[in-house]
């Protein structure tokens, strides 16, 4: 391929040669520009010869504002590169504004500057533009995020003055598209210098612990130490380990126990707090989340509940507490009495029939009345979770025919005719109840929660 000789001369820095051709050819540059390559600019940018690119500024200054085919304009390059002189100059001709356009990956020139450390180079762009400090590239890292991912240690310490003198230390806190803050990713990278001056309790430089949020969460819920845990076996992870502690840092299980435990009184001791904490958190860690557990897993889970209730209530009819008479009960070997009018009456108490509820009717009529409850409660959760699921009919003839079943048992077992009339109603009362009541509760309490909003909406109206 024939070489362009304006772009040898770039490469070269012959500024004579760059004016004897635009002088032959005015036009010469803008054809350059109009076939999208690196203009002479970009190039004498990348080389710092700093006479060609003044010159080739006063000829086309608008150069300066264009991106080449790979998205870069001269002052990302320079910038990159650390030719202080031409960033600066760059910066004169043109406006700040320069420093806030975007290349590739949406990546500003104070972005490259802190990829490749360029300590300097830092310092002027953040001056011409203080509001460089902000941006984050296509993948949301800022500065800091570069700094630390290329392992720059000079140019972070140099971005955390600027971050300071310019009070812009929230971005400290500001995450990527990942969800990770500048500290998830050094301890991710054990970047053990970069972690020690963040969370550093000496007195010159305890400002950005003040600020960084040591406990912020990722988009998998990982706090910085859990990251260490998570991405561990470095020798140095001790060390890592220590300095987070001592900046307050814990587990993202342990997170909620934390906020917690600083509610209780300074009076109590350092064993109970941490007993306390150790219980709640083993409470936190078995309460259902819902970005944890799958629809499906739940409804498994109740369906599983909901049989052991239903077999357990169904067992407890059939078997009442004292359970039931053997044989016909007769008072002094007499299976019938008579009464006053010398008239013949039934048995004392029928073989079959419950003890507990001959001796005491009442306590047997609570007992089947809150047994009854939970059955029909349970074969009506039972009926809700299989809805939909192939044989839904018959698992509803099956659960009718268990209902029924029950109350038939009831009313056998009863000592009495009306006992048993009284459990045959309940038996038909308390699935309808156990059908609609607790619709009707939801109802209710919704709008008691709605009835205040809106009154306190009106009132701020």
Known sequence: MEKNPLMEAARKGDVEYLLRSTESDPTLLEVIVINGESSPLHVASM???????????????????????????????????????????????????????????????????????????????????????????????????????????????????HLKEFDKLCVLNKQDNAGNTVLHLAVQKRQYEVIDLLLSSRSNITIFRDFIEVNSLNANGFTPLDVLHHFGGEPEDTEIHQILREAGAVRSRDHNTRQAAETTTENETTQSEESLTTHKQWLDYFKSKKDRVSPNEIRSVLLVIAILIATATYQAALSPPGGVWQEDYCNNGYCQETDTKGKKTKPLYHAGTTIMGSKNWISYGI????????????????????KGLPFYLEMQVSLNAVALTYGFAMAALSPSFGLGLFFLVISVVIPISVAKIPSLIRKHTKKTRVSPLRSSSTTTS
């Open 367 to 386: 007992f089947i009345f809150l047994n009854s409850i939970g059955f029909f409660t349970s074969i009506e959760l039972i009926s809700l979770l299989t």
């Open 47 to 161: 080389y710092g010869y700093l006479s060609f690119v003044k010159e080739i500024l006063k000829l086309r200054e608008s150069l300066g504002r264009e991106l080449n085919k790979d998205g870069f304009t001269p002052l990302h390059i320079a910038a990159s590169m650390g030719h202080v002189e031409v960033a600066r100059e760059l910066l004169e001709k043109l406006s700040s504004e320069i420093c806030l356009i975007k290349g590739k990956e949406r990546k500003i020139p104070l972005h490259y500057a802190a990829m490749r450390g360029r300590v300097c180079v830092l310092g002027e762009l953040v001056s011409a533009n203080p509001e460089s400090l902000e941006e984050v590239t296509a993948r949301g890292e800022t500065v800091l995020h570069l700094a630390v991912r290329f392992c720059q240690f000079d140019g972070f310490v140099a971005l955390l003055e």
